[in-house]
């Protein structure tokens, strides 16, 4: 069983009941954010933390407590959280309104949630994404907008795809919920607008690539293509190789060295990680 | 006392509680519709049944009941309404998600609420707006989404304007919940692309100018800030004239003739509204 962080009180998930006219709901008024554990000490707090202030600060949102007491909160329901690690989710939104468009005090939520591993054979293989013409809306924003992601699942499930990668007019962005890097001519280049800077995405810049020369700018799609090779990055799929785009295979079709080498890297950091 | 009917159930708004982890609120999944009575009865039922469907497909949503028993639900708030006249608010969502990302059920929610007239003295005087270079995200279908609109909320009030008016490009589309018409050498002019299609859009176009010749078609921001008259239209503001566009006064400051007129005449049809 899981738990949910509501009101000053934990429960179970599945009896955390809301107010039906919250913003979050009838506005999508809302942001959120997403880690996880490592050794049960969640993973990159200040960075994560840092995005949540900023998201919230964007929208106009006030976190309703203070770091300490959040940490606090997440710190009880991990010693409650029935596996060793666990994945948590923060959900701030405008509140309950009683107008269907102002509210005083905004809703915050945290829950904590079972992580799902991606599978060593998927590391091994890669993933197939297909591309949109899209951007998302407030991209730098966290917020919880992800209408055109969900509209689009079926269409992604019956291409065998498990992903989209967002393109305007030539230039790629980022994939629904995780960054896009390529590497090319020993370079690693990752789009640097219109994107939600990830913090993988930054662990693996400021951490992980010192042996590497990495470039934070545009990039088209014809250059993605024709990378040698291509990966994700995100909370939940750490460093996670792309060798199919639409019906475009990458490199040789499997994980690529580099996204090995980055993935190999991370688990050792992670491995070790005490906070 | 408002209510909501939500599984089944009609209970008071303020007792409505509702899971936690709704697609609704976690991802934004999520659409409306909003109508209102005129003597007791749902005014332009077809019409906004028909949207609330269309909204539902794109979104790839399934409306979990048939029309009829909607009516039905809405026929018995209408008599435990408090008031004589009120309005409704349909909300539907992706539903109960366990994965944060999917669900088999989605969420219906019918909310009785109070409306909220324009007082005469702005119908007299018509209403400031100040443009934002925005367009809506899937902007035919009614989504949740009105984050933008929340965030720029306190500047709006600062600034004394009613509403935001998007303008992309130098072409405008719509206000942040109404469709916006100018007068312009005796045509009436409208957008047609990049909006949601108004109800009371569509009652001033067919059943309110017949004697006008009315035009949809891409507007730029220079020629409506040029028109002798401006004017928006939504459920709630009927026909309301817009005087005043960032520091550019339109017409004399008033509300214009055409305005007045097709107001007077979308009184008389809702006046004597018998569905």
Not at 1 to 11: A, E, G, L, T, V
Not at 107 to 114: R, V
Not at 123 to 152: C, H, N, W
Request: glycine share 6%; with cysteine; aromatic share 12%.
């Amino acid at each position: 069983m899981f738990h949910c962080f509501y009101n000053n009180q934990i429960k179970n998930t599945s009896e955390t009941l809301i107010p039906v006219n919250d913003l979050g709901l009838f506005r999508g008024y809302g942001l959120f954010d997403f880690f996880r554990t490592y050794n049960g000490i969640p993973f990159q707090w200040d960075w994560y933390w840092a995005r949540f202030c900023n998201s919230a600060e964007k929208l106009g949102l006030v976190i309703p407590f203070a770091e300490s007491q959040v940490k606090e909160a997440v710190a009880e329901m991990i010693d409650l959280c029935p596996e060793k690690e666990c994945s948590f989710r923060f959900v701030l939104t405008g509140g309950v309104t009683l107008d269907g468009m102002t509210s005083t005090n905004p809703s915050f939520f945290i829950l904590s949630e079972k992580i799902s591993e991606v599978a060593d054979l998927i590391y091994a293989k890669g993933i197939k994404v297909e591309t949109r013409e899209y951007i998302r809306d407030m991209p730098e924003i966290k917020s919880t907008d992800y209408k055109f992601l969900l509209q689009i699942m079926p269409d992604l499930k019956k291409n065998k795809s498990t992903d989209v990668l967002f393109v305007k007019e030539g230039w790629i962005s980022e994939l629904s919920r995780s960054n896009i890097f390529v590497v090319s001519e020993d370079k690693i280049i990752t789009p640097k607008k219109n994107i939600l800077k990830g913090i993988t995405r930054k662990t693996v810049i400021e951490q992980l690539t010192s042996d590497f020369e990495v470039q934070e700018r545009d990039l088209t799609i014809e250059e993605v293509l024709n990378a040698k090779e291509v990966f994700t990055t995100s909370s939940t799929k750490k460093v996670l190789s792309i060798s199919q785009i639409d019906d475009h295979i990458i490199g040789d079709g499997q994980a690529g060295p580099v996204s090995q080498l980055l993935l190999d890297r991370f688990n050792s950091l992670v491995q070790n990680w005490k906070g």
